[in-house]
């Protein structure tokens, strides 16, 4: 059973403060998503991260996919209120049909 | 585009009924799949789809049952809820099995068994 292991579960930080989600595992995974959810909605999807050691940026988020293709963080620069909201981390499971999730990171960033 | 909806969006039932949740897409997509929230635990996958009139059992599929009769819809059932059954229903889908294609989430549908 493959398994996505995020830490940490839960980060109260002050707005401008810079913080590193990490999601892990001990399988190999042929991609990894990051989404991200606000109260009352489904997730949306941030990034997929495809080649070992990659690195993509998007705005203030940086996500780089492990080398082994086993771990994959979130870093946010200079966070904002904006940023507040539970962040997922999601691997192709053994069938490429099948999306395993992460138990996800809940951020609040205060003002 | 209205893309993943879920309806009802809030249930209440009693230990033992039954009901069924419906998830419609209009995006043509190939691929469905019903996941359940809890806090704490993420995503965890219940069953799912990869075309019309086929289903399979995802990681937690007891208790559920599930139909895709048409391509557009996919329905999860309890035949019989439990107390543990108590979470936050999402139905997802996807255009095609690559993965590193996006899941295109509904708005979810909280149960409460009481």
Known sequence: TQLLEQSPQFLSIQEGENLTVYCNSSS??????????????????????????????????????????KDSSLHITAAQPGDTGLYLCAGAGDSSYKLIFGSGTRLLVRP | ????????????????????????????????????????????????????????????????NVSRLKKQNFLLGLESAAPSQTSVYFCASRGTGKTNSPLHFGNGTRLTVT
């Open chain 1, 28 to 69: 190999v995974f042929s991609s990894l998503q990051w989404y991200r959810q606000e109260p009352g909605e489904g997730p949306v999807l941030l990034v997929t991260v495809v080649t070992g050691g990659e690195v993509k940026k998007l705005k203030r988020l940086t996500f780089q996919f492990g080398d082994a293709r």
């Open chain 2, 1 to 64: 585009n209205a893309g993943v909806t879920q309806t009802p969006k809030f249930r209440v039932l009693k230990t033992g009924q039954s009901m069924t949740l419906l998830c419609a897409q209009d995006m043509n997509h190939e691929y469905m799949y019903w996941y359940r929230q809890d806090p704490g635990m993420g995503l965890r996958l219940i069953h799912y789809s990869v075309g019309e009139g086929t289903t399979a059992k995802g990681e937690v599929p007891d208790g559920y």
